[in-house]
């Protein structure tokens, strides 16, 4: 039997490496332990891979249509009902980096190839990844290298794969390039641009290939941080992930995803990282493997740092979202109407596909606003306040194990505990209790009568238990 | 005595449809097809479950007239939530299974509910998401009990008949079975889904032959969804995730297959871009690559009238890609 | 509330999907509009026209006797330069006032933090529907967004009145205003206290108000009908956003288009009749966009996505008829088969945002633009 501790620190894991869990989860993976569920995290290809086939035969458009929604609720319902769940956040992690948005491209399927292209690769080579991103259609289309051009560069993409993608503009107070270096790395992307489509109509929507255009190429010298050549993309990619700034950029970015929200990223330049020794071990780790991400992440989940830092996040949307329904455990299996938890997301202000700019979404505490917050007590309150939902039953049933009664401490620490160990306020805890003791003598009861009416006093609790505002971080 | 066959061949024969939705002439994501009397095209498309009206059935013919549309998405009676199959009876009705509601709807010629059946459960006469269905010589129904992985025989009013089958990858054994059809002598040929095969049972659900295995070879299938046998007992297979129809001889020897031909516009296809046929032109005469345009993307339905026409939902391009067999 | 002079107020109706203009003012002198319209095109004598070359769709009647009453300005081919036919980012567009790079700021959220900067109102900006839009958000300036008024705020679909009322006592000591837990959790805690609070005063709206007026069973007649509530009672409330869906008419047209003007026109009149009864409606601008028009020659059964839209200015501040040009629709004049864009949108912003609400334009829509003269 796993430790209450132990349980509490798989909590944090597999909220932070995953989006959370139903308990019995929870349990189950510590059972297995913390090194090996980390191992079991870093190595998706372990567990059984998500069944598109399923899904694709009751939502046939999940595959092939058009309309953005769909793939919103695609999405939604891999993080949901994966059984890879890192892969699957690790994806999330490169679309807020890689911010693209469909609504500039209005191709839709095309807006989720990207998606599938960073699932592919998520765990994989920080290389390997820049070169499929600077040759992704979406990505070409967004930043608009499709009209970069020997002689006519458009440096759009070329500046942000060093600013936003890779380096950041600076560290430890100094700059990180100049913009020489942009535009020398735009002529070495001139030519990277995109095979011409076939129109929408009447038959739906083509995917565009990447095509490298020679005559478009800007064959010339380049003079790129400091080394000379007749650089193409591809030697431009070498050269940037060789860079310290490099692998700090890729660190604090896996640090303020992962373990505690750091300042937003045009304040990097000039303030140094919260917890230096984690980015530390990072750049060594990033470097020492060859910029392998799936190693970063081992390094990350067995520090100290990570370990520590429970609750130090707000939730995102896509986090609050798919981290209630695998507690609640619905929509963990195919089901009509997914688009309409895919909704709630955007209510609260993550509209997945379409991040507002290029920069992504601002984090941390720039996720509450009073629209978002009101989304987010509400859609959590639904789902757990519904004690018919599978999860919530389950819960239930775990709780009226523990005795025929209980008292009002019991039963709220019981479920701040279950519920991955929030910690409320000692005047909020009691807030908790005072709800408690407003409704009578806690009892667990013998009857279908009386076992419903202590489910629905349970359910009554969880909804007031997701309104604490500890709630709101993972 | 030995009589030689020569191997039949197949053309391109036409393409119906467009991506629309009612009342303007097209499909969104078709996944089934059937025929009616008259040699009548029902097609059932099943597209996005935030818009009501892109689930519905139409009916037309080769002409590309359009004869009407009913359904929409719902639970209500003249509704759908997953359809999956469409089958005719002799009389023109038209029956809709239905994976998530767990029934059969039944509309008149003309569109019209009539009824319903279906009770959710494993028990003989109850089912688990009913996929394809077939109707016999008896006009009695044959439908795939997908989450039961059986076949079961109805009355056309839902009375139970038989089942054969269970769960499992041997002869005989199922994994949510999807597509069903019968040849002409009554044996019932069925897409067994998940274990990527096609499997022939005798009329009275004997064990016969399978064909395929996983994979995307040739003869190898990835996910087919449904099946079709043509009056010489030619099987043709829409292998779903594979994006291509394959087609085996009677005896279950892979034949060929079709990737998909489509030439070009439908008729509703140029009335639909009538709006704006120079950007269209323009946009096209640009590309170098048509491929993507004319192959398959999620085949799903497939039917073969009695011309040896074989008709095939190209459900990610919402329309009909149709062949030919010639010759003997 | 004893002031003398009110402050104006600005009611803003986004039409969603692409609202087709050749076929809301219908340029029925024009026999290019018939060569054009073979499908969807309304018959000359179906017309409500507005001189010999100009007419509302018949489906307008109600905002056609706003419009004889002089409180209708129509603003005829707006539009923005290279016009984009996405949906979502044209209206981002139209939203954040940045039609070459993706903008975050929306123009109404610099509106409403320039009306109170000090967030002394959490409701000076009301939007009613779901989530907010990107016109309405800026970061860190607090928008009440209403889906439905009589039960706003958390824990909503607790449906026990009693439980409900215990549910939100305990939510409201749980989100009593904290120093020094954390800046974030402090900020978390503020910000559920700001929907207390405005839940709170919202619900005073409903049950002081009383009107003769009866609006229409349809969700654009219920979201001003809402609004009405909120801004009779005078809460200080200045922006008011909502939205009516539905105008993406590629197919179907013919009675898609003349439906959905119905059920607007008749809302906007109401919502007009409304107002006046409540003496009200002398200070209260509305404005209607949608983010693009729709393509010149219809396709068989609807219209394809196009540029070059109208807009209206609906009020009794507003100086009604007609206001800028309306596009050619000779072949050589189009933009691939579109109509050319005449007045910028910002212009019509700006117009709002100076002329109407007093406030520095510039900063809001990006630059200087030429204001109308239709307040």
Redesign the interface.
């Known amino acids: 039997m796993a430790t209450k501790e132990e349980l509490n620190l798989m909590a944090h894991l597999i909220r932070r490496a995953g989006f959370g869990a139903h308990p019995d989860a929870v349990e189950a993976y510590a059972a297995k332990g913390y090194g090996a569920t980390v191992e079991e995290l870093l190595n998706p290809e372990s567990q059984p891979p998500f069944e598109d086939?399923l899904i694709?035969?009751?939502?046939?458009?999940f595959?092939?249509?058009?309309?953005?929604?769909?793939y919103q609720a695609y999405w939604m319902y891999r993080m949901i009902s994966t059984k890879r769940p890192l892969e699957e956040k690790m994806t999330l992690f490169w679309h807020h980096v890689f911010a693209t948005?469909?609504?500039?491209?209005?191709r839709n399927p095309q807006a989720n190839k990207q998606i599938q292209m960073f699932r592919n690769h998520a765990l994989g080579n920080f290389r390997t990844m820049l070169i499929e991103l600077s040759k992704d259609p979406a990505m070409i289309f967004w930043l608009d290298n499709n009209e970069n051009r020997n002689g006519r560069p458009n440096e759009n993409y070329g500046r942000e794969l060093l600013e936003l993608f890779s380096m950041g503009v600076g560290m430890d107070g100094q700059s990180n390039y100049s913009e020489d270096d942009v535009k020398e790395c735009a002529r070495a992307f001139t030519g990277w641009t995109l095979?011409?489509?076939?129109?929408r109509?009447?038959?739906?929507d083509?995917?565009w290939?990447f095509e490298y255009r020679p005559d478009l190429h800007d064959d010339g010298e380049k003079t790129f941080l400091g080394r000379k050549g007749r650089f193409n993309g591809e030697d431009v990619v070498d050269i940037i992930v060789e860079q310290p700034s490099t692998a700090r950029f890729l660190s604090r970015h896996l640090y303020n995803f992962f373990v505690a929200?750091e300042p937003g990223v045009p304040s990097w330049q000039n303030t140094p990282p919260a917890d230096p020794a984690t980015i530390q071990a990072l750049e060594e780790e990033y470097f020492r493997s060859h910029y392998d991400i799936r190693s970063m992440l081992r390094v990350l989940f067995n520090s100290e740092g990570f370990k520590k830092s429970r609750f130090a996040k707000?939730k995102s949307p896509a986090e609050m979202v798919a981290g209630v329904m695998r507690l609640v455990d619905d929509y963990t299996t195919p089901k009509?109407?997914?688009?309409n938890i895919a909704?709630s997301c955007?209510?609260?202000?993550q509209d997945l596909y379409?991040p507002?700019?290029?920069e992504g979404w601002?984090t941390?505490?720039?996720w509450?606003?009073?629209?978002?917050?009101?989304?987010r007590?509400?859609f959590a309150?639904?789902q757990v306040?519904d004690p018919d939902k599978p999860g919530v039953r389950r819960l239930v049933d775990k709780l009226a194990e523990m005795g025929p009664t209980m008292t009002p401490e019991q039963l709220v620490d019981n479920c701040l505990h279950l519920m991955g160990d929030i910690h409320?306020?000692a005047a909020?805890r009691e807030?908790?209790l005072?709800?408690v003791r407003?409704g009578g003598e806690v009892k667990v009861g013998r009857t279908k009568a009386q076992r419903e009416a202590f489910a629905q006093r349970v359910a009554?609790l969880l909804?007031?238990i997701v309104?604490?505002?500890?709630y709101?971080?993972a | 005595m030995t009589t030689t066959v020569a191997s039949p061949t197949f053309k391109y024969y036409q393409v119906i449809g467009n991506q629309s939705g009612p009342p303007r002439p097209g499909f969104t994501a078709p996944i089934d097809v059937a025929l009616g009397p008259g040699g009548l095209l029902h097609v059932l498309s099943s597209y996005y479950e935030y818009d009501a009206k892109s689930k519905f059935v139409v009916k037309c013919n080769f002409n590309e007239d359009y004869m009407g549309f009913f359904g929409a998405k719902g639970e209500g009676d003249e509704e759908f939530t997953w359809p999956n199959s469409v089958a005719v009876d002799k009389s023109g009705n038209v029956y809709v299974s239905d994976e998530w509601l767990n029934r059969v709807t039944i509309f008149s010629p003309e569109g019209k509910f009539v009824g319903k059946w279906g009770v959710k459960g494993n028990k003989n006469g109850q089912w688990e998401r009913p996929a394809g269905m077939v109707f016999d010589a008896d006009n009695n129904m044959l439908v795939c009990d997908s989450l039961n992985h059986r076949i079961q025989k109805f009355t056309k009013d839902g009375e139970y008949i038989s089942k054969f089958g269970k769960f499992g990858a041997g002869h005989g054994e199922f994994n949510m079975p999807w597509g069903i059809c019968l040849d002409r002598q009554s044996n019932v040929y069925v897409a067994d889904w998940r274990n990527d095969r096609i499997q022939k049972f005798s009329p009275e659900g004997k064990f016969m032959m399978a064909v395929g295995g996983t994979g995307s070879g040739d003869g190898q299938f990835n996910r087919p969804a449904d099946v079709a046998v043509d009056a010489d007992g030619y099987i043709y297979a829409t292998d779903w995730r594979n994006d291509r129809v394959q087609v085996f001889d009677p005896q279950g020897r892979y034949v060929t297959k079709f990737l998909g031909d489509c030439p070009g516009y439908s008729k509703w296809a140029v009335d639909r871009m009538a709006s704006n046929p120079e950007n269209m032109k323009e946009q096209r005469d640009l590309v170098k690559n048509f491929t993507p345009e004319r192959v398959f993307y999620q085949p799903t339905g497939i039917v073969v009238d009695d011309q040896n026409r074989i008709i095939v939902t190209d459900t990610g391009r919402h329309r009909l890609q149709i062949y030919q067999k010639q010759g003997r | 509330m004893t002031t003398t002079k009110k402050d104006p107020i600005l009611v803003i109706i986004q039409l969603t999907g692409g609202n087709d203009a050749i076929n809301t003012v219908i340029p029925y002198g024009d026999p290019l509009y018939y060569d054009n319209r073979p499908t969807v095109g309304v018959a000359k004598d179906q017309v409500l026209p507005i001189n010999d070359k100009f007419a509302f769709n018949p489906a307008m009647k109600p905002l056609k006797e706003l419009y004889d009453q002089g409180k209708v300005a129509v603003i005829q081919g707006i539009g923005y330069p290279n016009p984009n036919r996405s949906h979502f980012r044209s209206m981002d567009i139209w939203h954040t006032c940045e039609p070459d790079k993706v903008g975050t700021e929306g123009w109404l959220g610099r509106v409403i933090r320039d009306i109170d900067p000090r967030k002394e109102n959490v409701l000076t900006g009301v939007n009613f529907g779901r989530g907010l839009p990107r016109a309405l958000a800026v970061s860190g300036v607090p928008v009440a967004s209403v889906s439905i008024l009589e039960s706003y705020g958390v824990l909503n679909s607790i449906t026990d009145q009693t439980e409900r009322t215990e549910a939100l006592d305990i939510f409201s000591r749980m989100y009593a205003p904290t120093v020094g837990s954390g800046m974030v959790l402090d900020y978390l805690v503020q910000t559920g206290n700001d929907v207390l609070r405005g839940a709170d005063i919202l619900k005073a709206a409903p049950e002081k108000y009383q009107s003769s007026v009866e609006y229409a069973n349809t969700s654009i007649s219920k979201n001003l009908q809402g609004i009405a509530k909120v801004l009779t009672a005078n809460l200080g409330s200045r922006i008011f956003y909502t939205q009516h869906g539905g105008y993406d008419t590629h197919a179907n047209q013919g009675p898609q288009h003349p439906k959905l003007w119905t059920e607007l026109s008749q809302g906007i009149a109401d919502f007009y009749s409304d107002l006046k009864e409540h003496n009200a409606s002398d200070n209260v601008v509305m404005f209607v966009f949608t983010e693009f028009g729709r393509r010149v020659h219809d396709n068989g059964s609807g219209t394809d996505h196009g540029s070059g839209g109208v807009a209206f200015a609906i009020g009794d501040p507003v100086k009604g008829g007609l206001h800028g040009e309306y596009p050619s629709l000779a072949a050589d004049k189009l933009l691939e088969g579109d109509l050319h864009y005449t007045v910028d949108f910002r212009s019509a912003h700006a117009t709002l945002v100076e002329k109407w609400l007093g406030l520095d334009a510039a900063p809001v829509v990006g630059g200087n633009f030429p204001q109308l003269d239709f307040v």
Not at chain 1, 346 to 349: A, D, E, H, K, N
């Open positions: 086939d694709y035969r009751y939502v046939p458009y595959r092939s249509g058009t309309g953005m929604q769909g948005s469909y609504t500039k491209l209005n095979a011409p489509g076939l129109p109509y009447p038959y739906g083509y995917f290939d929200d707000v009509p109407d997914l688009h909704y955007s209510y609260m202000g379409n507002p700019t290029v601002h941390g505490r720039e509450i606003d009073s629209g978002a917050l009101v989304e007590i509400n309150a639904d306040g409320p306020t909020r807030d908790l005072e709800s407003r009554g909804r007031l309104a604490v505002p500890e709101q971080f």
